[in-house]
């Protein structure tokens, strides 16, 4: 991977969020690295609806001091789908784990979300990676709309794929991950755009891991925004009981994706052609690996295919509990 950022290095992203509660924690992730800097956050459907998105949006960065950072509402529903209603048994009827905040007294920006897009990476050629922890139907807006801002951003970085370990459940296709699944179309546009292109998928994100143990630990030493987002993790910790048995987890998909973004060196990563699958009834959503000599080559993408976790963790509970 080239193009690590070195601390001291200011490393200049936008976050692409459906906030639920692991987009909360990605959100939280950046403000509390030192050498982060959080340019805006465009919002989306997905684990919720996008106005509860960009509420949630809104109120997480009132109660971390940050209503400096714009927040832009993006899109409501897939390219050629109707919204499914998102994953209420995931994240909460409220998207934050039925924890209630007080309404935020900011509102969003006038601007479309992926017109904010399109004007950033114009206004900052080489400057922003893009992070679409999300469907990617904003960014596939502003692709369609601005061709030429693929090259512009100096990564896009998608939480999305899963190449190895089993997608998600409640859903017919056994290799999709939401984000994918979500909007297909969307993410074939993205893949194929030609921009510079990394994807941090379930292969990594769900070895990630969020224990009781950590909620109660960065509970006891964060600030408001960090209590707020432990108390909504514990809906989510008991829902990825009720998904897997067993386990004493819930993974940390956003948060990760900003870690890579920022410290590409955390991860190892293959390089390859890859496409997403639109039609198939058992793989609508899959993205799929080529890996013949014969290749496309305006179709690659690096991804993520290991983690140094026990450092990610590290970072991860710092930053947090800094907000």
């Known amino acids: 991977m080239d193009g690590v950022n070195r601390l001291g290095d200011r490393f200049r992203i936008?976050?692409?969020?459906?906030?639920?509660?692991?987009?909360?924690?990605?959100?939280?992730?950046?403000?509390?690295?030192?050498?982060?800097?959080?340019?805006?956050?465009?919002?989306?459907?997905?684990?919720?609806?996008?106005?509860?998105?960009?509420?949630n949006s809104l109120q997480?960065?009132?109660?971390?001091?940050?209503?400096?950072?714009?927040?832009?509402?993006?899109?409501?529903?897939?390219l050629t789908?109707?919204?499914?209603?998102?994953?209420?048994?995931?994240?909460?009827?409220?998207?934050?784990?039925?924890?209630?905040?007080?309404?935020?007294?900011?509102?969003?920006?006038d601007t479309w979300g992926p017109d904010l897009l399109i004007d950033m990476a114009r206004r900052y050629p080489?400057?922003?990676?893009?992070?679409?922890?999300?469907?990617?139907?904003?960014?596939?807006?502003?692709?369609?709309?601005?061709?030429?801002?693929?090259?512009?951003?100096?990564?896009?970085?998608?939480?999305?794929?899963?190449?190895?370990?089993?997608?998600?459940?409640?859903?017919?296709?056994?290799?999709?991950?939401?984000?994918?699944?979500?909007?297909?179309?969307?993410?074939?546009?993205?893949?194929?755009?030609?921009?510079?292109?990394?994807a941090v998928g379930m292969d990594v994100t769900m070895h990630a891991k969020l224990r009781a143990s950590d909620i109660d630990a960065i509970s006891a030493s964060g600030g408001p925004a960090a209590k707020a987002a432990m108390e909504a993790s514990r809906f989510y910790l008991e829902a990825y009981k009720g998904f897997y048995p067993g386990t004493d987890?819930?993974?940390?998909?956003?948060?990760?994706?900003?870690?890579?973004?920022?410290?590409?060196?955390?991860?190892t990563y293959e390089t390859l052609s890859a496409d997403i699958e639109c039609a198939g009834t058992l793989t609508r959503g899959q993205m799929l690996p080529d890996r013949r000599p014969s290749a496309p080559k305006d179709r690659q993408v690096s991804v993520a295919t290991d983690v140094d976790y026990e450092r990610f963790a590290k970072y991860f509970a710092s930053a947090v509990a800094a907000q």
């Open 14 to 55: 936008i976050l692409d969020v459906d906030t639920g509660i692991d987009d909360a924690l990605a959100i939280l992730y950046a403000l509390g690295r030192d050498n982060i800097e959080l340019e805006a956050l465009t919002t989306i459907y997905g684990n919720v609806d996008v106005d509860t998105a960009t509420r």
């Open 60 to 78: 997480l960065l009132e109660l971390a001091g940050r209503t400096d950072i714009p927040v832009a509402r993006g899109v409501s529903r897939p």
């Open 81 to 109: 789908q109707p919204f499914n209603g998102g994953a209420l048994h995931v994240h909460g009827a409220n998207g934050f784990g039925d924890f209630d905040m007080a309404p935020p007294k900011t509102k969003a920006v």
């Open 126 to 198: 080489g400057e922003i990676t893009l992070l679409a922890v999300s469907p990617m139907t904003n960014v596939a807006q502003a692709l369609m709309k601005a061709p030429d801002i693929a090259t512009k951003f100096r990564k896009i970085v998608m939480m999305g794929s899963t190449l190895v370990h089993p997608g998600i459940g409640g859903v017919l296709p056994p290799m999709v991950d939401a984000n994918f699944h979500n909007d297909p179309e969307a993410a074939r546009i993205v893949l194929q755009s030609g921009a510079d292109l990394v």
């Open 249 to 267: 987890y819930c993974g940390l998909h956003d948060p990760l994706a900003v870690a890579l973004a920022e410290v590409p060196e955390l991860a």
